[in-house]
């Protein structure tokens, strides 16, 4: 009915609801940010891991040990291990740290040969939401890099 009105009044009152509406957007945005942090503590996390993320190792690793925020729920976990031509290589049944359920074991059943190697896994935490991710490393035995050179004389 005044839409024709171009009154300062009127341009007053719309920045006023403007302003308002921008208002509530920020607060709501800020109440997401708060409630991040809460969800992800909730959730499942690596927090670490042997081999770790990147890691150029100079022996073929005995185990993997996968570090985690919450205990492992072992029905839902599942690892495994493959060289960059996606062949699998063979993992003992997982098991659990004995000295914590937050911390996953499986022995390598071979001896890595050098090249580019990944994990997956999957499992979930206490709220049972599934994660997964996956940890490449590598395995650089060169001439002149066994373990044994770095020992003094
Ligand atoms: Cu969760």
Redesign the pocket.
């Known amino acids: 009915m005044d839409r024709e009105r171009i009154g300062g009044g009127e341009r007053g009152l719309d920045r006023g609801v403007r302003r308002r509406t921008g208002r509530g957007v920020m607060v709501v945005g800020v109440v997401s940010l708060l409630a991040l942090p809460l969800a992800a503590a909730?959730?499942?996390q690596l927090l670490r891991s042997e081999p770790a993320q990147g890691e150029e190792m100079s022996i073929s690793p005995e185990r993997l040990r996968l570090v985690f925020a919450e205990p492992i729920e072992l029905a839902v976990t599942q690892i495994q291990l493959a060289s960059a031509g996606a062949t699998t290589v063979p993992l003992s049944r997982l098991s659990l740290d004995p000295d914590s359920a937050n911390i996953l074991v499986a022995e390598v059943e071979r001896t890595l040969a050098p090249g580019s190697y990944v994990i997956r896994w999957r499992t979930a935490?206490i709220?049972g939401?599934p994660v997964n991710d996956s940890i490449p490393f590598v395995v650089a035995i060169g001439p002149g890099a066994s373990h044994l050179d770095h020992h003094d004389p």
């Open positions: 909730v959730h499942q935490g709220d939401h």
